[in-house]
């Protein structure tokens, strides 16, 4: 049994009062099996674990715990980059969790997020000048008179949220390779160059770097580019490692 497996013992589609999973799942297990897997897994790998809890839902308490988990692990391995290791040691707390909080958003993000639309922002509507031709009641030359009107955003339609879903492969991670496809004259599918597979668009990494920037203005825009970005992509690095982990071990107690 695999994590994505677990969600459905948290979700179940009926009601079932024996406190045993479904007997339709294929890897059924009962209830107190099912707790003493999970708190195996848990036990073998806790950022992991709880970092997949947070990101398919089960618990907003696994959400904060794979955060705190994730900024002790990056208090422990900052000071190999300089720029973070002259931290004063009052903030470098601070700088650590709000790159683990960054990674962690990042990590849960999936091609069925959301994100506030730039256009309107996050309103759902935008003002726009309409001009229209006026005849005034007096009578003389009719003008052109600007008036400001609220109209629905169409980057979201009104919603003041739209899609992470990548815009090239509409989240599938897969595209057209127009130059292959040329040379040899039929549709040719690769990786999506615009997401790279992933199917969705990151949060842009100069959005953790400006929340960095609300606790110290130490951290410059080309330091972070040139070694605190690496050190925060890794971070999100990590978790998807911690996750296979936790899915490796769960699949190992549950085999
Ligand atoms: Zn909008
Ligand atoms: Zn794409």
């Not at 339709?24 to 099912?34: I, K, M």
């Not at 947070?54 to 715990?65: F, H, I, P, T």
Request: hydrophobic share 35%.
């Amino acid at each position: 049994m695999g994590l994505e497996t677990t969600v459905k013992y948290h979700f179940p589609k009926g009601q079932n009062f024996s406190g045993t999973a479904p007997q339709t799942s294929p890897d059924t297990l009962t209830g107190t099996d099912y707790i003493a897997a999970m708190g195996m897994a848990m036990a073998r790998a806790p950022i992991g674990y709880s970092a997949f809890m947070g990101k398919v839902g089960v618990s907003e308490n696994d959400a904060a715990r794979a955060v705190s988990l994730l900024t002790e692990f990056a208090l422990q391995s900052c000071d190999k980059v300089a720029a973070l290791r002259k931290l004063d040691s009052d903030i470098k707390p601070a700088v650590m969790q709000v790159l683990a909080t960054y990674a962690y958003m990042d990590y849960c993000r999936s091609a069925a997020s959301v994100k506030p639309c730039e256009c309107c922002h996050a309103k759902g509507f935008i003002e726009a000048s309409v001009f229209s031709m006026k005849s005034p009641l007096s009578g003389g030359y009719a003008r052109n008179v600007k008036d400001t009107v609220r109209v629905l955003c169409k980057q979201c339609g009104g919603k003041g949220v739209v899609s992470t879903a990548c815009r090239d492969c509409n989240g599938r991670g897969r595209a057209v390779m127009k130059a292959e496809t040329e040379k040899q004259g039929v549709p040719v599918m690769g990786d999506c160059k615009r997401c790279c597979g992933r199917g969705y668009e990151r949060i842009p990494s100069t959005e953790a770097h400006n929340a960095v920037f609300e606790v110290t203005d130490s951290i410059s825009l080309h330091t972070w580019k040139k070694s605190v970005k690496p050190f925060y992509d890794g971070l999100i690095g990590k978790l998807e490692i911690e996750e296979s982990w936790a899915n490796a071990a769960l699949n190992k107690v549950t085999a």
